[in-house]
């Protein structure tokens, strides 16, 4: 495969992952701003989860309202993150790859660029939001079943996984980290029902809280979230499926290619340095310092493999 | 200007329904407008989603447009065909001789056939492909050959596209939309197939390979990227030969070969099916500034290193002022009559021509030689006076730019409107393969149709669209 193809695919699906990611978190948002009473106050801890607060502010300043801050994060062009630039790009993507994709996959992506294009010409009323973010959300698993249904699971495979897994490694751990760090800046409040709420809230983000009632029951407790979001290899959103699912594709790569890379003992490492603590090992060394490490791990894996694939010249 | 009545392919001269169209006639009467015209809504939908479209430049808010398509097949009978790709596989055999000829001995110009400044002079003559032997001596791999017809048996060649026709892809698409869409008219008729364009596009070009290729030949298409007007067509005939699809950037030469920049390394290409224009084919030898093409891929392949297809150089053949030595060069290469007519062409670099183009402009077609995609031209018969007045200063300013034909009465294709069937004027473009193994030609090709009433110009950048064309069995 050329080098160019497999950048192609791992951006691609880096987008997609983020866009779906980017609702999620509106729709947490939305939530959060109907269930507190002070409202538009979440709107600020939702842009940082995002890594979407520096460029808003240099467009609007300090002051956050709902209104603007969906939009900044739905369809503004000037936000390289914002849903209708990933999902440009992953169609941009998608025609440069083209003959790597089945046309099954090719057409998924193609029609949810068409579908978000016209939902998101202009501003998207408070009212249709519910619908656009399920929108968005539904492409994205149309997408990612048409990848299961209809490609072979070689190396064109490997490196959409490896995209779509670095994003969402990165998503999950910005989400775990901005939440528990920003809403919680005072450790005391562990425990308390506004700490409550809040994990909740990233339960929600997630779609984990099925998932972790079937687990650990009705009540969200901290030290279980961060177990079940972190280290629970059956939540496919988690940091350690995220990482095994990273493992498996590098192996496959590995082997297809006879060949081992750098990026390979990166992600190797990652396994023994950061998924193979316990849940109180991570709070003992903390949260935040741990999450920052992991995502700073992230960027590093995600770079080396550029290199070793040679994505670029 | 013509004043006989247009030929029309489904009602002839004098509205007697051919008996070519009889049962699409009899199926077309059964059918209700309202599905129709949801069919056509339809064909719409599915080229948007499959992403069928062409890039316009300049045109932002357009970026990306879908060439209309029309539901009503033109249909071609078996014998009609066979006659026809006698002429062209004729042209096609002489142009490649030609090609050959102009880069070595050049007996033409020593017959005296062809003034030697219409290829010292020409733009696109390639001093670089002097003395080069392509592998199997082939210059031109591909061609798309533009016919128009004015009568029950008469073709014209109206241009030849030695360098990189594009079309292919629409011929492909319209076929599988047509299979889609209206499965029982394909019982009704048999129709001979198209969908083995890919398969033999790879055959041919692997039976292509230079001397260096050892073993199974890699193929690849070089497209300019996903900014090119023709980025789907490249991308489409690149996935279904199932080779890879290039841009400069993935390219280097390495030991004397031309290797694409693979996850494991680099890997030598054998044939290359370039997209790019010549002059941006290699920054070395061309054009400087090129970031498109790869530097010194034309030194291997000199070395016979690479299979370029098409042949730098092949514009040459082309050229719109070759064109009018095209009977006499299918005559000198083949030893035969030319089985298809060229257009009665002026060229306006010689001084009595011009004099007789300035006074009939009102009813010329005039050409640049270097253009191309219906730009750069005048329709005299459909021209303002302040457009021919224009054009007439153009024409003044550098006559040698320039050819003139008379307006030919096209043949019209009825096009599905709103209120039924309604004539509009057709060209055809068969395409054509040129190997080692010798030339295959795909029945039907390409019809490109004028939508606008009356209109001459079918031209996609000119809002033109395309139909499906049939050509029968016997």
Sequence with gaps: MLGKTAGGLYWMFRYLERSENTARMIAAGMRLALTSPDGDEEWSSILQSATMDWGYQQKYGTSITRATAVDWMLRDRENPSSVINVVEGARNNARLVRTALTREVWEAVNQTWMLLRDLLKSHVKESDLPYVLQVIRQQSAYVRGAVSGTMLRNDIHNFIRLGTFIERADNTARIIDVKYFVLLPNASAVGSTLDN???????????????????????????????????????????????????????????????????????????????????????????????????????????QIEVDYRFYE | MNTRPTFDEMWGTSRELRTLYATFQQW??????????????????????????????????????????????????????????????????????????????????????????????????????????????????????????????????????????????????????????????????????????????????????????????????????????????????????????????????????VAMRTTQGYKAIDVLYRRVDDEYLDPLNFNPDSALGVPGIMDVYRAGGITIANAPGTGIADDKAIYSYMPDIVQFYTG?????????TWRCSDPQSLTYVLENLADLVVKEVHGSGGYGMLVGPTASKKEIAAFRDKLKAKPSNYIAQPTLALSSVPIFTNAGLAPRHVDLRPYVLVSPEGVKITPGGLTRVALKKGSLVVNSSQGGGTKDTWVLED
């Design chain 1, 197 to 303: 709420v809040q994990w909740d809230s990233i339960l929600r983000i997630l779609s984990g809280e099925g998932g972790y009632r079937l687990t650990y029951g009705q009540d969200p407790r901290p030290r279980e979230i961060a177990q079940f979001l972190i280290l629970d290899r059956r939540m496919p959103r988690s940091l350690a499926y995220c990482g095994a699912v990273l493992a498996s594709n590098m192996q496959h790569l590995a082997r297809d290619y006879d060949q081992r890379v750098h990026s390979h003992a990166l992600i190797e490492a990652l396994s023994v340095t950061h998924l193979s603590r316990g849940v109180d090992e991570i709070f003992e060394f903390g949260l935040h310092e741990f999450l920052q490490d992991f995502m700073g791990f992230i960027a590093e894996i995600s770079a």
């Design chain 2, 28 to 257: 077309f009467e059964g059918e209700s407008l309202a599905r129709l015209r949801k069919k056509q809504r339809e064909a719409e939908d599915v080229f948007r989603l499959t992403g069928i479209t062409f890039n316009v430049y300049g045109q932002q808010e357009a970026a990306e447009r879908l060439i209309p398509f029309d539901i009503i097949p033109r249909i071609i009978s078996g014998r009609e065909w066979t006659r026809l790709s006698r002429g062209i596989e004729q042209r096609v055999r002489a142009i490649n001789a030609f090609l050959h000829d102009i880069y070595h001995r050049q007996e033409i110009v020593r017959a005296g056939r062809l003034p030697a400044e219409m290829i010292a002079k020409n733009a696109a003559f390639l001093p670089q492909m002097i003395g080069v032997k392509p592998a199997g001596g082939v210059y031109t791999h591909i061609v798309g050959v533009d016919l128009v017809r004015t009568g029950e048996d008469e073709f014209y060649v109206l241009e030849d596209n030695a360098r990189t026709p594009s079309g292919v892809s629409y011929m492909l698409e319209n076929r599988e939309t047509m299979l889609h869409m209206f499965p029982e008219l394909f019982t009704k008729h048999r129709v001979q197939s198209v969908s083995n364009y890919p398969k033999n596009l790879h055959r041919s070009l692997a039976a292509s390979a230079p001397a260096a290729c050892d073993g199974n030949p890699v193929v690849a298409v070089l497209t300019p990227g996903i900014f090119n007007s023709a980025y789907y067509e490249h991308s489409f005939l690149a996935d279904k030969m199932g080779v890879e699809l290039v841009e400069g950037h993935d390219l280097r030469v390495i030991d004397g070969r």
């Design chain 2, 336 to 344: 035969e009559k030319p089985i298809l007519q060229n257009v009665p």
